[in-house]
């Protein structure tokens, strides 16, 4: 096709990162989720880092 | 390139799902914490969707697009530097590990550490100059592209009658406004928390629609063929370009001297009236001739006709050395290492990158953000560069450039031809990614200038600390003044120039002071206040000197000061003001460095 190394480099840029996206797109698809899951569970626990004088104005 | 109903039905099931996802963590938000870093529960995989999404909108889309039209893939440098910029700050934890240790949740607040409340109030400042302004171009790059895409005339409007008044109304603002407008109302309500939420539903949709997207643009430009096709067209037509430029000079300034002697003879207004005719003759000769060109690989690019305005000139588009960026137009080592030095400026201390760091549980997982995010910031240049590129092979393939598109609209438009002759929906799919793009932005820029606007600007100047209500209340008004301030300024106003110049001026004001600022606190133990005060002020000082420069003497003065100079003597005066200001400055005191000495020592 060419000798340039740098269209040689372009194109595995382009071929690397349309793996990348799609690898990332179901690994971080499936982990996310339950990142979700979790972040929601912690944030929703009674006992929190503010005390509760804090609430009112 | 009309909307099917199943590409109809994507769009409606994205938004609708989008917007009840938003508001449904509304219910988890008690306190400014929980809004604006989301109580610091983020984990890896989270803030991978949530820093990928948020990095990725139309307006970056359009810019690595408008890249790769002009400069070919070497137009997507820039990504590869900032990807190898984030990997070596994820490996290291160079500024981010100290940062996120520091407990803090916007980088002016550090200083305060380090340097006292002024400086944290000026950095404040410039942070949001810097950032809003950058985000003045959002919606409108935006609905061009959502326009062009769809074929729609992004100049088409309509009248309406209010009270006797008649308001005219145009369909690209109508719709960016109503986008803006479900974004606020998520934003305003679950802060953070929404944010991540709809990242990640936006970083799936967006991703899909990327990838698939690319497989088809490589489809339509026969994938391998594209490079001989761009060698070519540099090869042919850069000389004719160089040529009718040339010409188009040399007629330019007969016309001047005879418009000259019209003036002196007949009066200003005769001379006006030829300058005005051969304007038109010269515009009118450069369009007959635009599918001859497009033989030669040259394209004419020209703006959408707007009532009430006189048409802008047509411009003669070659494709610049695609693949080498020391030798493409406009660009060269100067640019590239400026480019390197500004992409770590930009992974240490953009706002809206470092908000996933301080919303990360510890700095362990900051680090593992930035080392599974760094290849992503390849892809999200070389990928729409990609496209730009393809749309240029193919415009000059298919009888030039059609009226109204230029080297920023072109891409969308391609896409548009694209998908709607292949899979139904596809095209759909590509408006709802886009949308979703736009979307996990502007939601993720909203809420990081108002938290800042909260915790530097006002917070400081209060006597007494609000109560948990008062401050969300006030965060969450923060956030729709921001938004409306965007509707008027980036949708009703237009700023002059290309979008790329105005991001990079506007964030250089920003990028120079505070990286200056932040590796001077964090690992140097003489920095001090004064010096702290000469980098924001000289930092931001050297882009808008050059900006006044550069529009005093014209675009075509050989006394312009080209944009890599620029932006290295900013980056240049900022850490000038932050050595020799500190030395003249004294030594700070001993409790202001053991602030953040533990940190020191961990980079």
Same mark, same amino acid.
């Given at each position: 096709?060419?000798?340039?190394?740098?269209?040689?480099?372009?194109?595995?840029?382009?071929?690397?990162?349309?793996?990348?996206?799609?690898?990332?797109?179901?690994?971080?698809?499936?982990?996310?989720?339950?990142?979700?899951?979790?972040?929601?569970?912690?944030?929703?626990?009674?006992?929190?880092?503010?005390?509760?004088?804090?609430?009112?104005? | 390139?009309?909307?099917?109903?199943?590409?109809?039905?994507?769009?409606?099931?994205?938004?609708?799902?989008?917007?009840?996802?938003?508001?449904?963590?509304?219910?988890?938000?008690r306190n400014v914490d929980d809004f604006a870093?989301?109580?610091?529960?983020?984990?890896?995989?989270?803030?991978?969707?949530?820093?990928?999404?948020?990095?990725?909108?139309?307006?970056?889309?359009?810019?690595?697009?408008?890249?790769?039209?002009?400069?070919?893939?070497?137009?997507?440098?820039?990504?590869?530097?900032?990807?190898?910029?984030?990997?070596?700050?994820?490996?290291?934890?160079?500024?981010?590990?100290?940062?996120?240790?520091?407990?803090?949740?916007?980088?002016?607040?550090l200083f305060e550490k380090r340097f006292g409340?002024?400086?944290?109030?000026?950095?404040?400042?410039?942070?949001?100059?810097?950032?809003?302004?950058?985000?003045?171009?959002?919606?409108?790059?935006?609905?061009?592209?959502?326009?062009?895409?769809?074929?729609?005339?992004?100049?088409?409007?309509?009248?309406?009658?209010?009270?006797?008044?008649?308001?005219?109304?145009?369909?690209?603002?109508?719709?960016?406004?109503?986008?803006?407008?479900?974004?606020?109302?998520?934003?305003?309500?679950?802060?953070?928390?929404?944010?991540?939420?709809?990242?990640?539903?936006?970083?799936?949709?967006?991703?899909?629609?990327?990838?698939?997207?690319?497989?088809?643009?490589?489809?339509?430009?026969?994938?391998?063929?594209?490079?001989?096709?761009?060698?070519?067209?540099?090869?042919?037509?850069?000389?004719?370009?160089?040529?009718?430029?040339?010409?188009?000079?040399?007629?330019?300034?007969?016309?001047?001297?005879?418009?000259?002697?019209?003036?002196?003879?007949?009066?200003?207004?005769?001379?006006?009236?030829?300058?005005?005719?051969?304007?038109?003759?010269?515009?009118?000769?450069?369009? #007959?001739?635009?599918?001859?060109?497009?033989?030669?690989?040259?394209?004419?690019?020209?703006?959408?006709?707007?009532?009430?305005?006189?048409?802008?000139?047509?411009?003669?588009?070659?494709?610049?050395?695609?693949?080498?960026?020391t030798r493409s137009k406009g660009m060269g080592?100067?640019?590239?290492?400026?480019?390197?030095?500004?992409?770590?400026?930009?992974?240490?201390?953009?706002?809206?990158?470092? #908000?996933?760091?301080?919303?990360?549980?510890?700095?362990?997982?900051?680090?593992?953000?930035?080392?599974?995010?760094?290849?992503?910031?390849?892809?999200?240049?070389?990928?729409?560069?990609?496209?730009?590129?393809?749309?240029?092979?193919?415009?000059?393939?298919?009888?030039?450039?059609?009226?109204?598109?230029?080297?920023?609209?072109?891409?969308?438009?391609?896409?548009?031809?694209?998908?709607?002759?292949?899979?139904?929906?596809?095209?759909?799919?590509?408006?709802?990614?886009?949308?979703?793009?736009?979307?996990?932005?502007?939601?993720?820029?909203?809420?990081?200038?108002?938290?800042?606007?909260?915790?530097?600007?006002?917070?400081?100047?209060?006597?007494?600390?609000?109560?948990?209500?008062?401050?969300?209340?006030?965060?969450?008004?923060?956030?729709?003044?921001?938004?409306?301030?965007?509707?008027?300024?980036?949708?009703?106003?237009?700023?002059?120039?290309?979008?790329?110049?105005?991001?990079?001026?506007?964030?250089?004001?920003?990028?120079?002071?505070?990286?200056?600022?932040?590796?001077?606190?964090?690992?140097?133990?003489?920095?001090?206040?004064?010096?702290?005060?000469? #980098?924001?002020?000289?930092?931001?000082?050297?882009?808008?000197?050059?900006?006044?420069?550069?529009?005093?003497?014209?675009?075509?003065?050989?006394?312009?000061?080209?944009?890599?100079?620029?932006?290295?003597?900013?980056?240049?005066?900022?850490?000038?003001?932050?050595?020799?200001?500190?030395?003249?400055?004294?030594?700070?005191?001993?409790?202001?460095?053991?602030?953040?000495?533990?940190?020191?020592?961990?980079?």
């Amino acid at each position: 096709m060419t000798g340039n190394p740098f269209v040689w480099f372009w194109v595995a840029m382009i071929a690397g990162s349309i793996a990348w996206y799609s690898y990332l797109l179901f690994h971080v698809g499936v982990k996310g989720g339950f990142d979700i899951l979790r972040m929601t569970r912690a944030i929703s626990r009674p006992p929190r880092s503010e005390p509760a004088q804090d609430e009112s104005p | 390139m009309t909307l099917t109903p199943i590409d109809w039905a994507i769009i409606a099931v994205y938004l609708v799902g989008c917007t009840v996802a938003g508001i449904w963590m509304r219910r988890y938000v008690r306190n400014v914490d929980d809004f604006a870093i989301a109580a610091r529960e983020m984990d890896v995989s989270l803030g991978v969707a949530s820093l990928a999404a948020t990095e990725v909108g139309i307006v970056t889309v359009m810019y690595t697009a408008e890249m790769g039209f002009t400069n070919g893939l070497a137009g997507a440098t820039t990504g590869v530097l900032t990807a190898a910029a984030m990997l070596i700050v994820g490996l290291t934890g160079f500024v981010i590990v100290p940062m996120r240790n520091a407990g803090v949740m916007t980088i002016p607040e550090l200083f305060e550490k380090r340097f006292g409340k002024h400086v944290r109030w000026l950095a404040g400042l410039v942070v949001i100059l810097g950032g809003v302004l950058n985000m003045g171009v959002f919606l409108r790059a935006g609905g061009d592209f959502l326009m062009n895409v769809t074929g729609m005339d992004s100049t088409k409007s309509f009248t309406l009658d209010i009270l006797g008044q008649q308001i005219q109304l145009g369909y690209l603002e109508l719709i960016m406004t109503g986008l803006l407008g479900i974004v606020l109302i998520y934003t305003v309500l679950g802060g953070m928390l929404s944010v991540l939420i709809t990242d990640y539903l936006q970083f799936l949709v967006m991703g899909l629609g990327i990838v698939i997207t690319s497989v088809l643009v490589l489809r339509a430009v026969n994938g391998f063929e594209m490079v001989s096709e761009l060698q070519e067209a540099h090869r042919v037509g850069v000389p004719i370009q160089e040529a009718l430029e040339k010409q188009t000079k040399a007629q330019a300034t007969r016309d001047a001297a005879e418009a000259q002697r019209i003036r002196q003879t007949e009066g200003p207004e005769a001379a006006k009236r030829f300058a005005e005719a051969r304007a038109r003759e010269q515009t009118d000769s450069l369009l #007959a001739r635009a599918p001859e060109l497009a033989k030669h690989k040259v394209l004419v690019g020209t703006s959408p006709k707007k009532p009430n305005a006189d048409p802008e000139p047509p411009k003669i588009l070659a494709m610049a050395e695609p693949f080498n960026p020391t030798r493409s137009k406009g660009m060269g080592w100067a640019w590239v290492i400026w480019q390197a030095i500004m992409a770590f400026a930009v992974v240490t201390t953009w706002q809206t990158t470092i #908000a996933r760091v301080l919303a990360a549980r510890d700095s362990q997982t900051a680090k593992r953000v930035y080392c599974r995010t760094w290849f992503y910031f390849v892809g999200r240049w070389c990928l729409p560069g990609l496209w730009g590129a393809a749309a240029f092979v193919y415009f000059a393939n298919h009888g030039g450039l059609p009226e109204g598109l230029g080297s920023q609209t072109a891409m969308p438009r391609f896409l548009g031809i694209v998908l709607s002759s292949s899979v139904t929906g596809f095209l759909g799919l590509m408006i709802a990614a886009m949308l979703a793009a736009e979307m996990s932005t502007d939601s993720g820029y909203l809420l990081t200038w108002a938290t800042v606007i909260y915790n530097d600007l006002i917070s400081p100047c209060l006597r007494r600390p609000l109560s948990e209500r008062a401050k969300l209340f006030t965060v969450r008004a923060v956030v729709l003044a921001i938004g409306l301030f965007l509707v008027f300024w980036g949708l009703w106003y237009k700023p002059p120039g290309s979008i790329w110049e105005y991001l990079s001026v506007t964030g250089n004001i920003y990028l120079a002071s505070l990286f200056a600022l932040l590796v001077g606190a964090l690992y140097w133990p003489k920095a001090n206040s004064r010096g702290a005060v000469a #980098a924001i002020v000289l930092g931001a000082a050297g882009p808008i000197t050059f900006l006044i420069v550069n529009f005093i003497v014209g675009p075509d003065s050989k006394y312009r000061i080209p944009g890599e100079w620029s932006g290295l003597a900013a980056f240049g005066l900022a850490f000038a003001g932050m050595f020799f200001g500190s030395l003249l400055g004294g030594k700070p005191s001993k409790s202001q460095q053991s602030q953040l000495a533990p940190e020191r020592h961990t980079p």
